[in-house]
């Protein structure tokens, strides 16, 4: 998964994924903490600028529509995964680079399709 904030473009095993403005800035939220869990009050906060709600349908409809366009299977998703009661986690496993960096975990370069990127 390659994210290109500037542009708001988004490629996922070389090829181009079309986003909405919304489904980018939830993509780019998840992979800026990419590993941590991401709870669904941050990602309103952050995404769609609202400080309250009454419905995760909004989430859930867009996580919906981004798992589909980047490949990712809705009934289990290996991509971006729900933790129950706490949130969403783009896995690290997916990660290639954002803003042309490799993002650290925990100090470590996460790994990528089963290879570890050079530190």
């Known amino acids: 998964m390659r994210l290109d904030p500037a542009s708001r473009r988004a490629w996922r095993g070389g090829r181009e994924v079309r986003l909405s403005r919304k489904e980018f800035d939830l993509v780019h939220a998840l992979i800026a903490q990419a590993g941590s869990v991401v709870t669904r009050d941050d990602l309103m906060r952050d995404v769609w600028?609202?400080?309250?709600?009454?419905?995760?349908?909004t989430i859930d409809v867009h996580l919906g529509w981004v798992r589909r366009k980047l490949g990712d299977d809705t009934r289990h998703p290996t991509l971006i995964t729900t933790v129950r009661g706490q949130g969403l986690r783009f896995e690290t496993e997916a990660i290639i680079r954002v803003d042309?960096?490799?993002?650290?975990?925990?100090?470590?370069?996460?790994?990528?399709?089963?290879?570890?990127?050079a530190p």
């Open 100 to 117: 042309g960096v490799t993002p650290r975990v925990d100090g470590v370069a996460p790994r990528v399709d089963g290879v570890a990127p």
């Open 49 to 57: 600028n609202a400080t309250f709600w009454t419905s995760s349908k």
